[in-house]
């Protein structure tokens, strides 16, 4: 019995404590430690997996050989001459890969990421919330986004300075200079670097913040000549800020519209973008039913924390508290209303306008919205502390979940690269896939990610990214005895003719099983039984290397025609009837023959 008394008791004084808010006292430490926690799945294994991630290790290393002025990468690839809103991942990725694996260099950007994440936010809450509260580890879990685990890089940097713009913006608004103007302007040219579309919706943001907080103070002012001398300085503080990359902004929807002539639109229906939300899509990464239940617990989490807040908000605005200045509970509204429009706009855009994915882009910026107006009010003790363990739960929960699938994919990715031991640098490399996982679809990308090769099937390179075709110096390519000219798939390379013969060195097959009983690979089968020859297949057979095995033999057939004298005459009179180089014309002429009689 005494022992009972004594728990009441504790339980009694834990409570009263909670009363005072001393439960945030602690704040910086706890966040730190669920920092470190949500962490330990990255560097726990080699390689970080993800959709999209394999695509920017292989560009990265283009941008590197490119700086190095390596001849045999100028030829296929160049920089893009276009300013493009996806350069920040690309070019800080390039910057780890020139001292660094790519393995690490991809885990240095993505540690970059977390960091700038959960910096970005206090530092836009401090804008508002000198003191934290424990409700600031919210950002922690909403930072491991599907997106991130995706590999779209430049959105998740974009959220960065999505942030720290938003907060700069609150801190200097009222005393705008000449210097602060340049740095909110690098700011914003930072954030359109990353991803125009987090630029959009942080344009869109702002906007409704700043038109509902002039209206709200139309109502609540009676000068309103000094509102409005107030209002057009702060616009114009923004508007001349925003000049140079709204130009930047402007110029990329002309370059994409170019490139995509077509207007590709889908959406979803109410019901089905509604369930997304309350399944909290936007944190899923490998597996719908799994990641569900740390999800839930977030998502009660919100939900409670929205009726407390609410109420707070409500009770506060209606008796103006004396400890919380009218601006602040003002500035708390409309963030709330900015908020909201978010919300108003991931229901009514299409998920699918030229790109896909439109529909969890608004979310993740919506809930990152959401969290932050949620830490703007001031909640009691216990259900701060509350909050807080399920939060912890939540992540420690989905960071557990995550081991497993990083497992089973190094797995795959090292059984992969097994072929790099077998590749010589500087050739060109023909991937193909054949697997029905869908995050192994650009899983090829990482051969030669450490390596100068050149990979035809690098995806990021037909002209929104910071890589593009060298269509002046693009060689014609042969994949076996036929030419793959690539001017009918989708690279604008002229005169064709004109250009030197080089060979695909090598072809990476990933998905052993399926391609050998794929009836419909059986032209490209042909090729490589007749061309190439089988190097290595990988330890658990998934992965096959098959490496060109008839350039010797052209280039003694080559050699015997320069040696024949009629032969080599008409070689001569071919050349000049098809306008192309002699050269080529024996090169061809080799092939033929090889294709003939071998």
């Given amino acids: 019995?005494?022992?009972?008394?004594?728990?009441?008791?504790?339980?009694?004084?834990?409570?009263?404590?909670?009363?005072?808010?001393?439960?945030?006292?602690?704040?910086?430490?706890?966040?730190?430690?669920?920092?470190?926690?949500?962490?330990?799945?990255?560097?726990?294994?080699?390689?970080?997996?993800?959709?999209?991630?394999?695509?920017?290790?292989?560009?990265?290393?283009?941008?590197?050989?490119?700086?190095?002025?390596?001849?045999?990468?100028?030829?296929?690839?160049?920089?893009?001459?276009?300013?493009?809103?996806?350069?920040?991942?690309?070019?800080?990725?390039?910057?780890?890969?020139?001292?660094?694996?790519?393995?690490?260099?991809?885990?240095?950007?993505?540690?970059?990421?977390?960091?700038?994440?959960?910096?970005?936010?206090?530092?836009?809450?401090?804008?508002?919330?000198?003191?934290?509260?424990?409700?600031?580890?919210?950002?922690?879990?909403?930072?491991?986004?599907?997106?991130?685990?995706?590999?779209?890089?430049?959105?998740?940097?974009?959220?960065?300075?999505?942030?720290?713009?938003?907060?700069?913006?609150k801190r200097h608004e009222n005393r705008p200079s000449l210097i602060r103007m340049l740095v909110f302007s690098a700011l914003l040219v930072l954030l359109f670097l990353s991803h125009t579309f987090v630029y959009t919706l942080f344009g869109f943001t702002l906007a409704v913040f700043i038109f509902t907080r002039c209206i709200v103070e139309i109502l609540k002012i009676n000068d309103k000549k000094a509102l409005l001398k107030t209002t057009l300085r702060k616009g114009l503080f923004v508007l001349i800020a925003a000049i140079p990359s709204i130009i930047l902004?402007?110029?990329?929807?002309?370059?994409?519209?170019?490139?995509?002539?077509?207007?590709?639109?889908?959406?979803?229906?109410?019901?089905?973008?509604?369930?997304?939300?309350?399944?909290?899509?936007?944190?899923?990464?490998?597996?719908?039913?799994?990641?569900?239940?740390?999800?839930?617990?977030?998502?009660?989490?919100?939900?409670?924390?929205t009726i407390f807040s609410a109420f707070s908000g409500i009770s506060r605005f209606r008796n103006k508290s004396a400890d919380t200045p009218i601006d602040f509970i003002l500035d708390r509204l409309a963030f709330f209303i900015a908020t909201s429009a978010l919300l108003l706009l991931y229901f009514v855009f299409p998920n699918e306008i030229i790109s896909g994915n439109v529909s969890t882009r608004i979310a993740i910026i919506f809930f990152f919205a959401f969290i932050v107006w949620i830490n703007l009010i001031r909640l009691p003790g216990w259900l701060v502390f509350t909050g807080a363990i399920a939060i912890a739960v939540a992540t420690v929960w989905h960071r557990a979940l995550i081991f497993e699938f990083h497992d089973i994919q190094n797995a795959e990715i090292a059984e992969l690269l097994e072929v790099e031991a077998y590749i010589e640098p500087n050739t060109i490399i023909l991937p193909r896939t054949y697997s029905a996982n869908w995050m192994h679809n650009h899983y090829t990308c990482y051969v030669g990610s450490d390596m100068p090769v050149v990979n035809l099937a690098n995806p990021q390179c037909t002209?929104?990214?910071?890589?593009?075709?060298?269509?002046?110096?693009?060689?014609?390519?042969?994949?076996?005895?036929?030419?793959?000219?690539?001017?009918?798939?989708?690279?604008?390379?002229?005169?064709?003719?004109?250009?030197?013969?080089?060979?695909?060195?090598?072809?990476?097959?990933?998905?052993?099983?399926?391609?050998?009983?794929?009836?419909?690979?059986a032209k490209l089968k042909e090729v490589l039984n007749k061309y190439f020859e089988l190097t290595y297949v990988s330890s658990n057979k998934k992965a096959m290397l098959f490496r060109f095995k008839a350039g010797a033999r052209i280039k003694e057939i080559a050699a015997g025609i320069y040696n024949k004298k009629s032969w080599i005459e008409e070689v001569r009179d071919k050349a000049e009837k098809r306008g192309i180089p002699v050269e080529k014309m024996v090169m061809l002429d080799a092939i033929y023959m090889y294709n003939k009689y071998y």
Wanted: proline residues 5%; positive net charge; glycine residues 6%.
């Fill in 1 to 169: 019995m005494n022992v009972f008394w004594q728990m009441a008791g504790w339980l009694n004084h834990f409570f009263k404590q909670l009363r005072t808010r001393d439960v945030n006292k602690y704040e910086k430490v706890v966040f730190f430690i669920l920092f470190l926690i949500n962490l330990i799945p990255l560097f726990s294994f080699r390689f970080a997996p993800s959709l999209d991630g394999p695509q920017h290790l292989c560009t990265s290393e283009v941008i590197v050989e490119l700086w190095k002025s390596n001849g045999l990468i100028s030829n296929f690839f160049s920089l893009n001459p276009e300013i493009v809103g996806n350069w920040t991942g690309h070019f800080v990725l390039s910057v780890f890969n020139f001292f660094l694996p790519a393995w690490l260099a991809e885990k240095c950007l993505i540690f970059l990421y977390y960091l700038g994440i959960a910096l970005g936010f206090r530092y836009m809450l401090k804008s508002w919330v000198p003191r934290l509260s424990l409700l600031s580890l919210l950002i922690i879990p909403f930072s491991s986004t599907t997106l991130l685990m995706l590999g779209y890089y430049n959105f998740c940097l974009a959220t960065i300075f999505f942030f720290f713009a938003f907060g700069y913006w």
């Fill in 249 to 305: 902004w402007y110029r990329y929807l002309q370059l994409t519209t170019a490139l995509t002539p077509y207007k590709k639109i889908a959406t979803m229906s109410a019901g089905q973008l509604a369930d997304r939300l309350y399944r909290l899509e936007m944190l899923i990464g490998f597996h719908h039913i799994r990641e569900a239940a740390p999800n839930t617990i977030l998502l009660y989490t919100l939900i409670i924390l």
């Fill in 463 to 521: 002209g929104q990214f910071p890589v593009v075709w060298n269509y002046e110096r693009y060689p014609d390519v042969f994949f076996g005895g036929k030419s793959m000219n690539f001017s009918g798939n989708k690279l604008k390379i002229t005169n064709p003719g004109q250009r030197p013969i080089v060979f695909v060195d090598y072809v990476v097959i990933w998905g052993k099983q399926l391609f050998d009983n794929d009836t419909q690979s």
